[in-house]
């Protein structure tokens, strides 16, 4: 793991710090270590919540590499006895991906003409079956992890394997993975293909709960270095922590964050804010609050596209002349 020193995406160092706990599963599986104490921050500025340690590439390939594999299941299961099968399979579900993908389909019914949406991208969709069955004639997968895509869809290797210009990219629960977010999606908007007219779809979970103030004392922080030294507590208290976040959608006094597989946490005023930071303007930004997995208060969903090239820079040039005529 590295650590950020700075919000990874508007860059401020005024934020709030909250130690918290990493759990056997991801010491053990990903870290390969026995370090169990992290830090979780929100951001003065933006209000991103973070952990200021981020995965390394070798940690995120042992995290993401079969992911939710029988290799993963048994490791985490080994560790978090209440993480079931069905758990486990549960976000790759009938139910889960086809209500998923009528979400997603009305979403972009009501905001974009589905016409014109010929060419469009999965990035990071495992294996393509998000997609909307109405949404697109060509339809590709941008994947890190390489698995066959389902029937109907093309694996690709970049943006630019497509040879031409790219109606709609999904990004649809990535980013709170992410370590270095701000740059993954700079890197996409400045690919092959993602030109003036391409339109991007980001969707993250709002996972905003409230943190008790007790978790900010200097009390609490003695007391997580001695509780954490025993597997089990951590094990014990970790469950219970769930199961708060669970049922009231609150980290209580006698509860722990722990670092995951999400280390990013938006609300709508930190998503704008990566967007603009990547050269995107919003075309619409919604909130729908339907429970899932992942957390008691939905989804953030964000449509933008690249920003006018010369219309910035015709305004950063009436700008100038302003402030020389001033």
């Known amino acids: 793991m590295y650590v950020v020193n700075k919000c990874p995406i508007c860059d401020s160092a005024e934020y709030l710090t909250i130690p918290a706990m990493i759990p056997d599963f991801i010491q053990k599986y990903v870290l390969k270590s026995k370090q169990h104490i992290c830090e979780f921050c929100i951001c003065n500025h933006c209000q991103l919540r973070f952990f200021k340690n981020r995965y390394n590439d070798k940690e995120l390939e042992r995290l993401y ?135 991007l779809y980001i969707e993250v979970p709002a996972e905003q709960w409230e943190i008790s103030n007790f978790l900010k004392t200097t009390f609490y922080e003695k007391n997580l270095k001695t509780l954490t030294s025993w597997s089990v507590t951590r094990i014990v208290w970790d469950f219970f922590s ?50 899932n997995i992942s957390t008691q208060d939905g989804n953030i969903r964000l449509l933008a596209k690249k920003k006018n090239t010369m219309q910035t820079t015709s305004d950063n040039e009436s700008s100038a002349g302003k402030t020389k005529a001033e």
């Open 65 to 199: 590499s079969n992911y939710r594999g029988e290799a993963y299941f048994q490791a985490r299961r080994r560790y978090e006895p209440w993480y079931t099968k069905k758990l486990n399979d549960s976000n790759l579900s009938s139910e889960v991906i086809e209500r998923r993908k009528h979400l997603l389909e009305e979403y972009l019914r009501t905001h974009t003409d589905l016409s014109q949406l010929n060419i469009v991208v999965d990035f990071g969709g495992d294996r393509g079956q998000f997609i909307p069955k109405s949404v697109g004639t060509q339809k590709y997968l941008l994947d890190v992890s390489q698995v066959s895509p389902v029937e109907g869809v093309t694996s690709i290797a970049e943006l630019s394997d497509i040879g031409s210009s790219v109606d709609l990219i999904i990004c649809a629960h990535v980013l709170e993975h992410i370590p270095d977010m701000y740059q993954m999606l700079c890197d996409l908007v400045g690919s092959d293909g993602f030109t003036d007219r391409t339109l």
């Open 242 to 291: 769930i199961v708060a976040r669970a049922m009231f959608n609150k980290v209580m006094f006698f509860n722990v964050i722990k670092i995951h597989e999400h280390i990013n946490f938006y609300n709508e005023k930190s998503l704008i804010e990566l967007a603009a930071k990547c050269n995107l303007d919003v075309i619409h930004l919604g909130h729908d609050h339907s429970k």
